[in-house]
């Protein structure tokens, strides 16, 4: 049946089926074209040097673990992650990335990743944010030598370097240095912002995975368990599948937990008739990621109250899906949401940050655009063909139940592909007691 919001005719039912790869194949095939791995690193690397040079930059410096992975094709391991310096990347001009491990790791690196030149893999020079204290100083020099030798060798030396990350340690290092440098973040969040064909099989396996863990949630859940146990169980589920690279979180948040939706996990036990909901946020394929919301009903049907709200959420949601398109503006998404003031008496939009929202996916959890009326009613951002984000509502009673739903799209230049597949028409009952919703075992009194 099609999904009706308010007058309109949901983008759910014009969704696009015919894709020129999703077969949702997670493996390499030698008779099936799938993700071409080539491709997507070509790519990304010739993208972000293309945002490199039209924001007047003639290198690059590369710290965050997304942005690293994005020019070298290499991955960073969880332990790494968070700790600028530990491993970087360089890109100058029209060469090869140059990418800088910890100690001996560049030995593997060559072996496991020969599109980088030997050549071109070298030890880095780690300060940690500072936390080698006084030897900080020495380090961060012999970085910042290191980086003007890499732009000799380029023919860019004295030219405009972007950063993604600095600190206290490398802006004294870069002045003492003469190296003039700049903000390298946005030509990246720029270059990542649209993705080829590649990148979205990725995000359609991505939205696949998702489908298949909240397909186990809604068997798994039931009164009794904790939200610890819950997400205990579909992070063991998510890890058993082929290229799960980390699950960052599965937030589960039971009854009171869902409103205002604090974000977290507890050992709260789920109750019969609570309301939950499951957000993965973030599973990580390959290097893309997930963001996934979902609402449910354990043990009984929901009242007429929570279907009443969480139809409000679904009518916020498609309203703003149905303006998703190519030459539109997060403005144009934006705008359709209620105020703060409107949906919750909040004096500031700041007030109700994320809850009414939506954020690209890529290799980060926030890739452009970011969409909230925060910003995006007096700072648009153009929607680009390519582009991969989530949007996301939610609505509640504070402090009794909440409900929050989400979906993961393709932005192409005649439609809009929604990539998560688990039905969002209705709250999911789990095992509903014949009977237990019936109006006379609600309004029951004490006598």
């Known amino acids: 049946m099609p999904c009706l919001v308010g007058s309109e005719m949901c983008i759910r039912d014009r969704r696009y089926r015919g894709s020129s790869m999703a077969n949702f194949g997670t493996v390499g095939m030698d008779w099936q074209q799938r993700v071409n791995w080539d491709r997507l690193r070509t790519y990304r690397l010739e993208r972000a040097r293309e945002m490199m040079k ?98 000799k060798k ?28 700049t903000d390298g973040m946005t030509p990246m969040m720029d270059a990542r912002a649209v993705k080829n064909v590649d990148e979205q099989e990725c995000f359609r396996i991505v ?87 979902r609402t449910y009903c354990v043990g009984k049907e929901p009242t007429q109250k929570q279907k009443d709200i969480y139809a409000i959420a679904l009518e916020w949601l498609y309203k703003a899906i149905n303006e998703v398109k190519v030459g539109a503006t997060t403005r144009d998404i934006a705008s359709v949401w209620p105020s703060a003031k409107e949906a919750w008496g909040y004096e500031e939009e700041d007030q109700a940050a994320a809850n009414l929202w939506g954020h690209g996916l ?35 009673i504070p402090f009794e139940w909440g409900v929050r739903i989400e979906e993961m799209l393709i932005v192409h230049k005649d439609h809009t592909e929604i990539v998560s597949n688990f039905p969002i028409e209705q709250i999911t009952v789990v095992d509903p007691i014949p009977g237990y919703a019936a109006p006379d075992s609600r309004d029951r009194k004490l006598v």
Not at 163 to 173: C, E, H, L, T
Not at 382 to 393: R, S, V
């Open 154 to 181: 380029s023919n860019v030396a004295g030219e405009k370097v972007g950063v993604d990350f600095v600190d206290i340690n490398m802006m004294s290092a870069f002045k003492e240095a003469g190296i003039d440098w």
């Open 362 to 396: 890529g290799l980060a959890q926030y890739d452009p655009p970011v969409i909230s009326r925060i910003w995006s009613l007096d700072h648009p951002i153009d929607i680009q063909e390519g582009m991969t984000f989530a949007l996301e509502t939610q609505h509640g």
């Open 54 to 151: 039209a924001h007047g930059l003639s290198a690059l410096v590369l710290m965050y673990d997304e942005n690293v992975r994005y020019v070298t094709g290499t991955l960073t391991p969880g332990w790494n992650r968070l700790k600028p310096g530990l491993r970087y990347a360089m890109l100058c001009g029209d060469d090869p990335p140059v990418l800088f491990e910890q100690g001996d790791i560049g030995k593997q690196i060559a072996r496991h990743s020969p599109w980088i030149p030997p050549e071109n893999i070298r030890y880095s020079y780690a300060w940690i944010k500072g936390a080698a204290g006084p030897a900080s100083q020495q380090q961060v020099k012999k970085f910042a030598n290191a980086v003007l030798q890499e732009m």
């Open 207 to 293: 939205g696949a995975i998702g489908d298949a863990a909240h397909w186990e949630t809604m068997k798994f859940l039931r009164p009794g368990l904790t939200e610890n146990q819950v997400t205990a169980h579909i992070k063991e589920y998510l890890y058993t599948i082929p290229g799960m690279e980390d699950v960052e979180d599965v937030i589960v948040s039971s009854g009171p937990n869902t409103w205002p939706n604090w974000r977290n996990i507890s050992d709260r036990i789920i109750k019969p008739g609570d309301i939950v909901f499951m957000d993965l946020a973030a599973l990580t394929w390959n290097g893309y990621k997930s963001c996934y919301y």
